[in-house]
């Protein structure tokens, strides 16, 4: 069909232009989103139709998301599907397309009249890097390391896949934290330096704090990724082999049934309820300089939690107890570390894959040993004041006698 005034196809160069613009972000991996919105069609509740890249049995496809007013539903297509599909929607039932990539921004518009309009203008951090202002943080992995393309973080030409941004931007600040607390721990790089990564699931983590330690700071690292489900872990071993990452090593089981009896590095991220008590007490009685943990769960302090009278009025909604008996937990840990002799601090971490847990406790040795009376008696009114009797990592500790 021409396109005239009364036409309600758009002028071929702009629509040319935007599915041009669109399959050159696909071909370099940097599409985001596409967001078809301003809907005409006959469906009278959808609004909207959100689209971003996905991998289904290895075959790049393009996921949409059809937004209605009361539920979404999702339907994935291959990419030469998905594009006729694009450029059939459009104008006729879609009269706006947005589309983000990480190198430009584009809309695309329709008037009443089939008018088109296209505008496209850099990202913020392509503008950032075009002015020589690339304000991106320091990253301390590569994106060129090997196990990034085995896990799926990059491409084969080394290149972010966009779906995993938010994992790359994880493991990069994971490290950050790593990096800062070894130079301020006793730890010395001369030694081989034993890791264990307790739940360490698909092993980005664990293969990247392995990668820093022996290929950025080349040091010997001695890593073990400890994990319940059994084909990951053999997923891992064999990557680990076939990739020539030597010292690093996972194996089936939990920290109650796989505990290292040294340890330089604890790291537990997001074991659930009192499996980061048992966590941490393995990493306080291996010795370690370095514990990393990030809680999920508290259900033994908020099944104890008497809530003191002034605060009831407070804490009689769902929700403020639950965020009580996490702050009262992670508090309580967090002094019991102190009292072990380690320099505590709890911080937002940085959200993990299918979680909005996001605290980290850091705890690193401390050089010089602390008298922990004080601190004992601060823990002892806590849990007095919360009608607390018994806290899991307190009474693994005093069992082991490594509380005074």
């Known amino acids: 069909m021409s396109a005239t005034a009364t036409s309600s196809k758009p002028a ?14 696909l071909s370099q991996d940097a599409l985001i989103k ?3 919105a301003r809907y005409v069609g006959e469906e009278t509740e959808l609004q909207r139709i959100i689209i971003k890249p996905l991998t289904v049995k290895a075959q790049p496809c393009l996921s949409f998301v059809y937004r209605y007013k009361t539920r979404d539903i999702t339907k994935n297509f291959p990419v030469p ?9 459009l104008p006729d039932s879609f009269r706006n397309a947005h589309l983000l990539s990480l190198t430009d921004e584009v809309q695309l518009e329709f008037g009443k009249k089939g008018k088109s309009t296209l505008f496209k203008s850099q990202t913020q951090q392509a503008r950032e890097v075009s002015a020589g202002h690339d304000r991106e943080k320091k990253r ?13 973080v990059t491409n084969r030409q080394h290149e972010l896949i966009p779906a995993m941004s938010r994992k790359w931007k994880q493991i990069n600040k994971f490290i950050e934290v790593f990096s ?3 130079t301020s721990s006793p730890l010395q790089l001369d030694q081989p330096v034993k890791v264990a990564d307790f739940g360490s699931g698909k092993g980005y983590l664990t293969f990247a704090i392995h990668d820093y330690l022996c290929n950025t700071l080349q040091a010997q690292g001695q890593v073990t990724g400890v994990e319940l489900r059994e084909d990951m872990v053999n997923l891992c071993n064999t990557a680990a082999a076939r990739l020539e990452h030597p010292g690093l090593v996972f194996r089936h089981g939990d920290v109650r049934s796989v ?10 991220l997001h074991a659930c309820d009192i499996a980061t008590d048992y966590a941490i007490h393995t990493g306080i009685r291996s010795g370690a300089s370095i514990i990393m943990c990030s809680p999920c769960c508290h259900k033994q302090i908020r099944l104890q939690i008497q809530s003191p009278a002034l605060l009831k009025p407070m804490l009689q909604y769902g929700l403020h107890m639950g965020q009580q008996a996490e702050m009262v937990t992670d508090s309580l840990r967090a002094l019991l570390l ?13 959200s993990l894959e299918h ?6 406790i850091l705890a690193v040795k401390r050089a010089e040993p602390v008298d922990p009376a004080r601190l004992l008696a601060r823990i002892q009114e806590l849990k007095t004041f919360y009608g607390i009797t018994e806290h899991c990592l307190e009474t693994l500790l005093q069992a082991d006698g490594l509380l005074n």
């Not at 071929?12 to 972000?25: E, I, R, V």
């Not at 505990?259 to 537990?268: E, G, R, W």
């Not at 102190?338 to 505590?344: K, M, P, R």
């Open 34 to 36: 596409l967001v078809l």
């Open 355 to 360: 979680t909005n847990k996001n605290k980290m």
């Open 338 to 350: 102190e009292a072990c002799g380690y320099e505590t601090k709890v911080f937002e971490f940085i």
């Open 140 to 152: 301390y992995l590569e994106l060129t390391r090997p196990f990034l393309t085995d896990l799926g």
């Open 180 to 182: 800062h607390a070894l």
């Open 12 to 25: 071929p160069d702009h629509m040319a232009q935007f599915l041009g613009l669109l399959d050159t972000s």
């Open 81 to 89: 599907e998905a594009m006729e599909i694009i450029a059939g929607l």
């Open 259 to 268: 505990a290292p009896s040294d340890l330089d590095v604890m790291i537990a």
